[in-house]
């Protein structure tokens, strides 16, 4: 029944750190996975909180069973001897020091076993998302190197950790033998003098003595069976923070008041209605004198003056200004690392602007609720990113109470519908793998469908067609333009074939705008887009 107990007590904490760590995930800011590998922060999930559950059902019950044998001896050993009795607060003392002293230099190499094992679960993931890369660029003997150097920084620490736990048990084992023989010693002589002569505190009698070094075996072993649990516990130490690490790190920061809202408007009545299906308009909601007023979404973004730095150090953007009427198509041009992407990020606030300010219909976005704010813009990431589901809920991940009409009528606008029809399953195929059984082109289509059941008022479409093939890219375009009517559109792509319909074109370069206008004013001018649109410098 203990044992039964424990395990349950154990698995109830494994399963509720589990469940705080997920959902404290889900607070973390984008910046954290930026800079932390998948495979680190999965270990904290799998390793470090096993290795907690390890201590919970197998360590902690040993040590409370120790400590209870322990303290019970103890008293026994009081009643019968005092003076023997400092010998062996003495002796624990020694043992305790011995203790703190080997643990203090495991615990370091245990800390080191579990960031280690961080590592080596991150490159191994690595790999594996990049096998067929490794494969065709011949890599496979340098990633086995690189693994090797890992996986041996692993191994030094796991063998220091694991040397410095395991010489405590002859430690203790040599320890408990010296201190019993202290003890028979000492035992002897006041038996002596008691026989001689004396009585009280120093008395003892044989029989006394014979108690009193049964119990010395009593104590000194389970305070042994407790060290044994040293490995145990101090890994579990390591992996705790780790798990506290992630714990500690502030969460996403969201201190905006504006929302924003579904409604219907009945034209007869005037009346309007907070809805949550498709058909809904996007308002701005906010309370007069205690009822809620209602403001068309226009979709109008400003940036003014913005500066941003990832790091503190390199700035990215440099006083950026621009203005995106409602319904008009802005496209972004330029080279890696001009900034083209970093814009996408800070209109969707998954970093805020230090220096400057992005409005949204005149309202700054600081002072919009981020889940507001994200549901509004309806976004194609430039790294397309599928769920374990089904092509259905892939899509629906774009607004999760859209209707089945709702999805088909979003891939149809994507033109994903017929290739969908002809999957074995339909729309009820289920994906794995992050997509992998379709090809890179019907995976983009499948998140610019999930944009679109969104129907937001505000589209992003980063590096949106990138990695569609031309055929495929042509019958997309009379879904994406039907798509865009009545939407401000932002755009960034590799080719500049998919923006020459644009309202204005903006070309970053070092983090800067350097030209702005429409296709034909820009071609006109003979600059940087004039270059890049001839191919007298490629577009990357």
């Known amino acids: ?5 424990m395990v349950t007590v154990s698995c109830g904490v494994l399963y509720t750190v589990r469940t705080d760590m997920f959902e404290h995930m889900q607070k973390l800011p984008i910046k954290y996975f930026d800079t932390h590998e998948n495979g680190d922060v999965m270990s904290r999930y799998t390793n470090d909180a096993d290795a907690l559950r390890m201590m919970m059902s197998q360590s902690v019950p040993q040590l409370i069973s120790s400590m209870l044998t322990v303290v019970s001896v103890f008293i026994m050993m009081i009643v019968l001897s005092p003076v023997l009795t400092l010998l062996v607060v003495a002796m624990l003392v020694v043992m305790l020091a011995v203790i703190k002293f080997v643990g203090k ?15 080596v679960n991150g490159y191994v ?36 950790a694991n040397t410095f736990a395991n010489i405590l048990m002859p430690i203790m084992g040599n320890l ?32 006394a003595l014979g108690a009193f070094l049964q119990y010395t075996r009593s104590f000194s072993q389970p305070i042994t069976q ?46 309007i209605t907070e809805v949550a299906h498709r058909t809904g308009r996007w308002a701005w909601k906010r309370i007069k004198d205690g009822q809620p007023v209602y403001n068309e979404v226009l979709g109008k973004v400003d940036f003014e003056n913005v500066t941003f730095s990832y790091d503190g150090r390199k700035t990215v953007l440099n006083d950026i200004t621009l203005c995106a009427k409602p319904g008009e198509k802005i496209a972004f041009v330029g080279s890696t690392g001009a900034g083209k992407t970093t814009i996408t990020n800070l209109i969707n606030r998954f970093y805020d602007v230090p220096d400057g300010k992005i409005k949204y219909d005149g309202i700054n976005i600081n002072n919009i609720k981020k889940d507001d704010l994200r549901r509004s813009l309806g976004i194609v990431l430039q790294d397309t990113h599928l769920f374990t589901g089904t092509v259905m809920d892939n899509i629906r991940y774009g607004k999760l109470d859209a209707s089945d009409e709702d999805v088909i009528e979003a891939a149809k606008i994507a033109n994903a519908h017929w290739f969908i029809t002809h999957l074995p399953n339909g729309y009820n195929t289920m994906l794995t793998g992050d997509g992998e059984n379709l090809s890179q082109g019907q995976r983009q289509l499948l998140a610019i469908a999930r944009a679109a059941v969104a129907d937001p008022p505000v ?50 370069e070092h983090g800067r705008i350097i030209e702005r206008g429409t296709h034909d004013e820009l071609i006109a001018q003979g600059g940087k887009y004039y270059q890049l649109y001839t191919g007298a410098f490629e577009l990357e």
């Open 125 to 160: 993931e690595e790999m594996i998302e990049g096998q067929k890369v490794v494969k065709v660029f011949c890599y496979e003997d340098k990633s086995k190197e690189r693994f090797s150097d890992i996986n041996s920084s692993l191994a030094h620490a796991a063998s220091n």
């Open 176 to 207: 408990s033998y010296i201190h019993y023989a202290l003890t028979a010693m000492v035992g002897a002589a006041l038996t002596i003098m008691s026989t001689d002569s004396t009585s009280g505190f120093f008395a003892l009698t044989i029989g």
């Open 226 to 271: 407790m060290s044994q649990q040293i490995n145990s516990i101090l890994n579990a130490m390591a992996g705790a923070e780790r798990i506290f690490q992630l714990l500690d790190e502030k969460p996403e920061v969201d201190d905006g008041k504006a929302t924003i809202a579904r409604v219907v408007v009945d034209y007869e009545t005037g009346h």
């Open 105 to 119: 230099r495991s615990a370091h190499y245990f800390k080191k076993q579990q960031i280690s094992l961080g590592a």
């Open 1 to 5: 029944a203990y044992n039964r107990i």
């Open 459 to 508: 589209l992003i479409l980063d590096e949106a067609t990138s990695s569609i093939d031309t055929r495929t890219e042509a019958l997309i375009e009379k879904g994406m333009d039907e798509l865009m009517k009545g939407r401000t559109v932002f755009v960034i792509a590799h080719r500049l074939s998919t923006v020459r319909n644009a309202d204005a074109i903006i070309v970053l």
